[in-house]
């Protein structure tokens, strides 16, 4: 897989080049908050793989999965102010990501089953924005193909998981259950997003039981519309290991304010 669509297309303009956040309606710039922490933070997430996955195959996956989304959050930051400002000077209490997208890789098991969640529920989430007329419908349309390859990429592995080795079984099975409780978080309204949430929502656990279903996996308790319980990442209300991650984030850019590379 090449580099992130996004990422050149931010660097070249085709697509979310810096907006003037004057012009820029609050809804709009709280959207774009939202989504964009999340695919920042669960890029650093990814990143955190690199020199330690199980495969160097996967190695390489992982990376090119974590620049995706980086350039996804770019452009998005891009859209709510300074992009680098954002994401290295805000406090913990200031990012709007969902809750799911901070919890730690922990073992192999964990990471795709975070994985499995939340690029459904993105690529499902894009595909919506793409068809529609809001402000985020060119990055949507590009971003769409990326996220087509992160859930092929978590379909695959839960599959290989799940339907594999005892000790491969126990382990995806104990993940997705673990991270199910942070899943609701994902189809509470934002402002800024006209979105058929319902429909979201639906077509999402649709997915996520058919695939969980074919790796031989048990879909979580309280696995129906409305059943699970959801966290407030989207009010700065975080879990954790969200402050380690962010100090260790944005160590380098605060030990040299003003620095140029």
């Known amino acids: 897989m090449t580099t992130s669509e996004t990422t050149t297309a931010h660097v070249h303009g085709d697509v979310g080049t810096r907006n003037d956040t004057a012009t820029t309606d609050a809804d709009t710039r709280t959207a774009a908050l939202a989504l964009g922490d999340d695919a920042l933070v669960l890029s650093h997430r990814l990143g955190e793989w690199m020199g330690h996955a199980p495969v160097l195959e996967e190695e390489v996956a992982l990376a090119n999965i974590a620049l995706d989304l980086l350039g996804q959050a770019r452009i998005l930051l891009s859209m709510a102010g300074d992009e680098d400002e954002l994401a290295y000077l805000r406090e913990e209490r200031a990012f709007r990501n969902v809750q799911l997208v901070e919890q730690p890789n922990g073992d192999f098991a964990h990471t ?15 595909a919506q924005l793409a068809a529609g007329t809001s402000p985020f419908a060119g990055l ?16 695959q592995w839960t599959l290989r998981l799940g339907d594999g080795t005892d000790v491969s079984h126990e382990r995806m099975q104990r993940a997705c259950t673990a991270l199910w409780r942070f899943t609701g978080e994902m189809f509470h309204p934002v402002h800024g997003l006209e979105l058929d949430r319902a429909g979201l929502e639906s077509a999402w656990l649709e997915s996520v039981r058919e695939v969980l279903g074919r790796a031989g996996l048990s879909v979580p308790e309280g696995a129906r519309t409305g059943a699970w319980s959801a966290g407030a990442g989207r009010e700065g209300l975080h879990t954790e290991p969200f402050g380690p991650m962010l100090a260790e984030m944005q160590h380098l850019h605060r030990s040299h304010p003003g620095a140029s590379w």
């Open 112 to 126: 795709i089953a975070r994985q499995l969640y939340f690029s459904t529920y993105q690529h499902l989430l894009y």
């Open 140 to 155: 949507a349309a590009k971003a769409v193909k990326e996220v087509a390859y992160h859930r092929d990429h978590a379909e």
